[in-house]
């Protein structure tokens, strides 16, 4: 399990971050945060239930009830790449008691939907890194592919009608297959999804081939020999699949994502409030239960404040930024 931010978020100028990280840390209205929470805290995760999102938002409501003696609440409302969530979570009344489950799916969806009706940097105020859930590469025993190079020759074969599944538009799986796409030269089809679970049920089914999904989605389902795991998409192999390779051992360099979590709040919550939370979450997920379900899941753990988490934020959304434009995907 790590315990610091991935080396993959791309470098950036040095006036760059400095100016945009008070956008994301201006959630600055002074409220006594002293009797808070004296009531249930909902956290809106933008998936369905079982996908990773959701699996990292109960672990971390679980903890948080106990940290706080409080209910903690995970609230679905999958669809659009995480959208409908962040903006229902934007539009909440800045008092704490609505949070986000945030992802990499937020800001890849930013990074290719035109007018966007949330801006993850301007419109949410960050509180703490929370994980990390490794992308690998699988497709259908059907495809007869048993290898990266194998499934490059296949999609040019089939070229414009191999189906892949995604968790819906700008999710990282999908971003992660139009990068693909470019770097192999090739033409896959999207068939999108709400979430996770429902693209691996139409997978296992051989109603698509392909997918970049969360390892811990689909690790069961490799082990049980229905589904071929073919690559890591992360720049490491995953804790959960050590003998998978990685992009770039399997003949793909300078191919690296991820799909990582974060609790946020709508900026203008008051800062002693986000100051509190950020305090509990390391407490909370240290615990061994916590680590326990994290590890079970196989999600890597990842740590940072409202600071740190405001730095990553900002180069995650200058990378995607660069990935969707190289996919010919940017706004």
Do not use: C
Request: no cysteine.
């Amino acid at each position: 399990m790590t315990n610091h931010l991935p080396r993959r978020a791309i470098l950036l100028s040095s006036l760059l971050v400095p100016a945009l990280i008070p956008a994301l840390l201006a959630a600055t209205t002074p409220a006594g945060a002293q009797d808070y929470p004296n009531r249930p805290v909902h956290i809106l995760v933008g998936f369905s239930p079982g996908a990773a999102a959701d699996l990292t938002g109960r672990i971390v409501a679980s903890r948080l009830g106990q940290v706080f003696g409080q209910q903690f609440i995970v609230e679905n409302k999958p669809g659009a790449g995480s959208a409908i969530a962040a903006e229902a979570a934007a539009r909440a009344p800045k008092d704490g008691y609505t949070l986000l489950m945030g992802s990499s799916a937020n800001v890849t969806n930013q990074a290719i939907t035109p007018n966007p009706t949330v801006d993850m940097i301007k419109d949410f105020a960050p509180i703490a890194l929370i994980s990390e859930a490794p992308v690998i590469l699988v497709v259908h025993p059907s495809t007869g592919v048993k290898s990266l190079q194998e499934l490059i020759a296949l999609a040019k074969a089939k070229q414009g009608t191999l189906l892949y599944a995604s968790t819906g538009p700008g999710s990282a799986p999908h971003l992660a297959a139009e990068l693909f796409d470019v770097r192999a030269g090739v033409k896959m089809i999207q068939v999108p999804y709400q979430g996770s679970p429902q693209a691996v049920t139409d997978l296992i089914a051989g109603r698509t081939s392909v997918m970049f999904s969360p390892a811990s989605t689909v690790i069961s389902m490799v082990e049980a020999g229905k589904l071929i795991a073919l690559a890591s998409a992360a720049a490491r192999r995953p804790t959960i699949a050590p003998d998978l390779p990685t992009m770039a051992e399997a003949g793909m360099p300078d191919f690296e994502t991820g799909i990582w979590f974060g609790l946020m709040a709508p900026v203008g919550t008051p800062r002693d409030i986000i100051d509190k939370l950020a305090m509990a979450v390391p407490q909370a997920m240290s615990s061994n239960e916590a680590v326990t379900a994290m590890r079970s899941q196989g999600f890597d753990r990842l740590a940072g404040g409202p600071e740190e988490f405001a730095r990553y934020l900002v180069t995650e959304t200058a990378k995607w930024n660069e990935a969707a434009k190289a996919a010919g995907l940017k706004k």
